[in-house]
T-cell receptor, first 111, second 115 residues
Framework: QQQVKQSPQSLIVQKGGISIINCAYE??????FPWYQQFPGKGPALLIA?????SEKKEGRFTISFNKSAKQFSLHIMDSQPGDSATYFC??????????FGRGTSLIVHP | GAVVSQHPSWVICKSGTSVKIECRSL??????MFWYRQFPKQSLMLMAT?????????EQGVEKDKFLINHASLTLSTLTVTSAHPEDSSFYIC???????????FGPGTRLTVL
């Protein structure tokens, strides 16, 4: 199965700080890279997604940076808030391939 | 946005009984649905993928006779846990993709507790 490696496993950030979560993939055929946010007891919700034809995508405080040559992409959460405390999953997919998920990052934002 | 619902949101059953979980795409046609299992503080474990009108494809190690998946229409898939045992207790989450869509949309999950 294709792998997507996500790090760190857990992250603690102070309110107002920047949270950075990284993912690396192996399959160069992947062409869609979403990030999901999951709160305890809830299903994952799509946060933001990027395709390889752009190097960065920003939506509010959330930014994806994409490095095609390094096969890496990352999620940046600017001005992190306690309400951002959740588990974040990166994923990669293409066409008929079953989407592959990272193992998740538990983010805690201290007030 | 695309909405996926799951029912029930939680269920408690006795060991040996069967439980059915429904997954519905409310505002789009889901040509592909996925079923995941998630243990506390762990990642999503894909159990099976189902395409409308076809038999589900199960991941290695998932018992197809225990976890029955039906995707009878473009808006409904069901997961039936047969002869449930305490070790089947978990959080089950479905997701759905529409034809030509890249994004899969997740349901809110179902917490199954087997006594």
């Amino acid at each position: 199965q294709q792998q997507v490696k996500q790090s760190p496993q857990s992250l603690i950030v102070q309110k107002g700080g920047i949270s950075i979560i990284n993912c690396a993939y192996e399959n160069t055929a992947f062409d869609y890279f979403p990030w999901y946010q999951q709160f305890p007891g809830k299903g994952p919700a799509l946060l933001i997604a990027i395709r390889p034809d752009v190097s960065e995508k920003k939506e509010g405080r959330f930014t994806i940076s994409f490095n095609k040559s390094a096969k890496q992409f990352s999620l940046h959460i600017m001005d992190s808030q306690p309400g951002d405390s959740a588990t974040y999953f990166c994923a990669a997919s293409t066409g008929s391939y079953i989407p592959t998920f990272g193992r998740g990052t538990s983010l805690i934002v201290h007030p | 946005g695309a909405v996926v619902s799951q029912h029930p949101s939680w269920v408690i059953c006795k060991s040996g009984t069967s439980v059915k979980i429904e997954c519905r795409s409310l505002d789009f046609q889901a040509t592909t649905m996925f079923w995941y299992r998630q243990f506390p503080k762990q990642s999503l474990m894909l159990m099976a993928t189902s395409n409308e009108g076809s038999k589900a494809t199960y991941e290695q190690g998932v018992e197809k006779d225990k976890f029955l998946i039906n995707h009878a229409s473009l808006t409904l898939s069901t997961l039936t846990v047969t002869s449930a045992h305490p070790e089947d207790s978990s959080f089950y989450i479905c997701s759905a993709k529409g034809r030509g869509q890249d994004t899969q949309y997740f349901g809110p999950g179902t917490r199954l507790t087997v006594l």
